[in-house]
Every structure is written in C-alpha cells, then in structure tokens.
C-alpha cells in the first residue's frame, strides 16, 4: 500500500480549529479502511505573512505540489485587513489555486434532510431533497485579469479586468459536461451575454463544447436571473457552470439555501488528481478560537478529498454517512435546533470520528 502525502494548510481564524477536526476525521477513516496517509503543515494566509513575511511562500507552494492532496482551512482576518494588497492573506489563496493550476471549483450544494429547517426556504419550494453542483473557473476571470490605479478625468479611479480565453472556457466547460453526464445530464451555464465581451464569448464556447456532449440539455442564464431563480425554484438546477466572480457569488447563496455556510465543502481541481479541498466559507475571525465554528463542511472536503484524489470512494461514503447521522444528535451553534445537543467544533469532530469507527 502507498503512503498518500496530505498537506493541510490551516491559515487563519476558525482555519486551524475546523482543519483539526477534519484531521481527526481523516485519521478515523484511514484506520477503518487501512489507507496510510501522511500529514505535513505548511504556512499560508496572514499567519505565513506574520511567520514568513510572505502569504504564500514557496515552501508551502513546494510542498503543495508534492503531495497527493492539500486540505485548507481559511486565511484573513482583521489584523491584516490594512496591509498592501500583494500582502494580503487572500493573495495567498488566490496564489495557491494558481500555482497548482487548479482551474476547476466544485462547489456542492446539497440539504442534508435534518437541516431542511435551517434552510430559508419554504419546504414546498425545496421539497425532498436539494442537490445542486455549482462548477466555478477558478484561475482566470477578474480576480486575476489586469487590474490597477488610474485617473479618470482627474480623479482617482481603480479598475479590475475581466478576460477569458477560449482554451481557458473549454476546459471548465468540458469539466461541467462531464459531470452532468454522471449526474442529471442538465447543465446550466451562467453569464453576462448581455452585457459583456468575455460572456458572449463564453457562451459561444460553451455551446461549441456542448456538440461533444449530445447527452446533455444545456441552458444559458443571466446571472441576475440565475440568482433569483436559485431562491425561486433552485430544484430546476442540477449542474451550474460559471465564471469566478459569478461562481463565488452564488456559491455563497445557495450555501444559504442548503441551510448554513457552515456545510458547504468544496474541491479545486486541475484535471489531473491532484487537488485541493477547502470549506467554501472564510476563516470568520468573530469566532475564532472559540471552538463554536462548524467543521462540517471541511470535514465533507475531507471526503472530496478521499473521492477525488486518493482514490477511496468508500472511505469518502463513510465520512458523508456519518455527517448525515451526527445532525441528528448534535449541531454547532449555528446549525442549532431545540431538542437537539449543540456542541463545539472539537466534539462535532469526535461524534463523526465515533459513527465511522462504530
Ligand atoms: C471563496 C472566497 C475567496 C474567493 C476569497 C477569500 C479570496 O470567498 O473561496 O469563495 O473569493 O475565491
Ligand atoms: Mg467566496
């Protein structure tokens, strides 16, 4: 048997205390199902700026793109909030998913049927079940277009750009149509065509994959629309293809719509199966170090992890099973209901540890 190498970069905030119980997880499965993995910390975020003088230095870039798998918490926080954008925590994470080329951002929104209350959503709107895949490009678009300062007619103005090229729209498209092939065979591709360029062309290139997947309807939809209908009737969506922006924006509402922030896990992937897993909410410095924060959703990028880049389906079964099982007899505050236990982080992450090891 070969030993995975897992690198976990924890960051800032909650990122340690969630990154921890997802640990404990991992190292609960990988005993159950006989998988040797190796752990090694790196620096990332506003503690490596505090450590290492830098967000993202190359050891931890070195170390990332040695291993098998990268498991992170989050970085940010207001002690570094007034520092020089190029120090930013953020440059970090955005750094990361670039020098690992990790274009492609699957962002699961899915009820667990004991959270249906904690989802905003009137139950006849979301019925049984609740099962979207928002497919986000990652390593392009206006988070990493031309951007600066400038003046405009004399006062100071500020400018991002948002770019894509075809090959950087056919990867991500192709990626989408390959998963709703093994799901609904629906996919819905999100834009701006409208109004702008790079969504004309993102469009046009959308549809041009799409006669490689004969298989699967596809529909286009204006991103205003598409967050409205995410509200409306969000059981239309199965597959949603979209741009950074866009993709970050409405990855967060339909985490509302699945009940709370606190469950939503996600994997960055670059075609190959190397990646990198991460909760889709930020390091939420209010709470940190508390022990209240939710490890749920970094536990279920755990699992992302075990299906996606180790290869252990089962183990990742294993991890989605228990998580279902602890919201019956236990919540983190934000997910708390009368009648049932709330706890802490650490003990959300021993209760899923006890249901995989029996
Ligand atoms: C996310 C986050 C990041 C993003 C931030 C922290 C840079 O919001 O992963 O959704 O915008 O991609
Ligand atoms: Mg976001």
Redesign the pocket.
């Known amino acids: 048997m070969s030993v995975k190498k897992v690198v976990l970069l924890k960051g800032d905030g909650i990122g340690p205390e969630i990154v921890n119980a997802a640990c404990g997880v991992m190292k609960a499965v990988s005993k159950k199902h006989n998988i040797d993995i190796e752990f090694e910390e790196a620096l990332i975020g506003g503690i490596a700026v505090d450590e290492a003088g830098e967000p993202l230095p190359q050891k931890t870039i070195d170390s990332c793109k040695a291993a098998d798998a990268v498991l992170l918490g989050a970085?940010?926080g207001y002690k570094w909030d007034s520092l020089p954008s190029n120090l930013r925590p953020?440059r970090g994470?955005?750094g990361i998913r670039k020098a690992l080329g990790l274009f492609a951002n699957l962002r699961p929104a899915k009820i667990f049927a004991p959270l249906k209350s904690a989802s905003p959503i009137k139950d006849e709107i979301i019925g049984d079940s609740l099962d979207i895949l928002i497919v986000r490009e990652l390593t392009g678009g206006i988070y990493f277009g031309d951007k600066g300062q400038r003046e405009v007619n004399g006062a100071p103005a500020a400018f991002d750009t948002e770019c894509y090229s075809v090959p950087e729209i056919e990867r991500i498209a192709r990626m989408a149509f390959e998963f709703a092939m093994k799901r609904s065979k629906r996919l819905c591709s999100v834009d701006k065509e409208n109004v702008l360029e790079s969504s004309k062309l993102w469009r046009s290139v959308v549809k041009r994959v799409a006669e490689e997947y004969p298989e699967v309807e596809l529909t286009h939809m204006y991103v205003d629309n598409a967050a409205m209908q995410l509200v409306r009737n969000p059981k239309q969506f199965d597959v949603i293809v979209t741009s950074n922006m866009f993709g970050?924006i409405l990855?967060d509402e339909a985490s509302q719509i699945a009940g709370s922030i606190g469950m939503l896990a996600s994997a960055s992937l670059n075609g190959d199966a190397r990646g990198l897993y991460e909760p889709?909410h930020?390091s939420a410095p209010d709470i940190a170090g508390k022990d209240i924060a939710n490890p749920l959703a970094t536990i279920l990028s755990a699992a992302m992890m075990l299906r996606f880049s180790l290869d252990e389906p089962a183990a990742a079964d294993d991890i989605e099973k228990a998580v279902a099982d602890v919201l019956n007899v236990a919540r983190t505050p934000d997910i708390a209901e009368d009648g049932i236990k709330t706890v802490g982080c650490t003990e959300m992450g021993r209760l899923v540890e006890n249901i995989i090891l029996g």
């Open positions: 970085v940010g953020e994470l955005l970050d990855s889709i930020g």
